[in-house]
């Protein structure tokens, strides 16, 4: 069988071109409340009550540290996150949500329930079970190192 390099028979085209479309959506909404995707994804992945450790959130998001540290800088400066010395690490710090950051939190969450739920009342539950399972295959697959060997 001979393989397809054509852009629409290709896995990566596909996800790269959906996710670059999602991106693009969840900017220009993120942008009528002067804001961006990157900054409302952040917010998400801040627990509300305890904060979360400034080293977890790179790998959570996917951040480089010198991207996530100016993002935390300016959405310091707009006064949604401040910073606390971790109780528990006296070393770490602590990213925690002003009353404004949780202000902007429930907006990017309601985005957020708004894209799944259209998507869900657009596809099938079997479409959608398939597809999570094949995202997961591919993620595990290169988790792994099964595609390309070191």
Request: aromatic share 6%; no cysteine; net charge positive.
């Amino acid at each position: 069988m001979k393989k397809s390099t054509s852009k629409n028979l290709s896995i990566d085209h596909h996800l790269r071109a959906t996710w670059q479309a999602v991106a693009k959506m969840y900017n220009e909404e993120a942008s009528k409340y002067g804001s961006t995707m990157a900054t409302g994804f952040l917010l998400l992945n801040i627990d509300l009550k305890e904060g979360t450790a400034s080293t977890a959130l790179g790998p959570k998001m996917g951040m480089e540290p010198t991207s996530l540290s100016r993002l935390l800088k300016k959405m310091e400066e707009r006064g949604l996150i401040y910073r606390e010395k971790n109780p528990k690490d006296g070393r770490g710090v602590l990213i925690k949500l002003t009353d404004f950051g949780i202000e902007k939190r429930e907006t990017s969450k309601q985005s957020v329930l708004k894209f799944n739920d259209t998507v869900k009342n657009s596809i099938s539950e079997h479409k959608l079970k398939s597809f999570f399972e094949v995202t997961e295959t591919i993620n595990e697959l290169i988790s792994n190192k099964l595609i390309f060997d070191n």
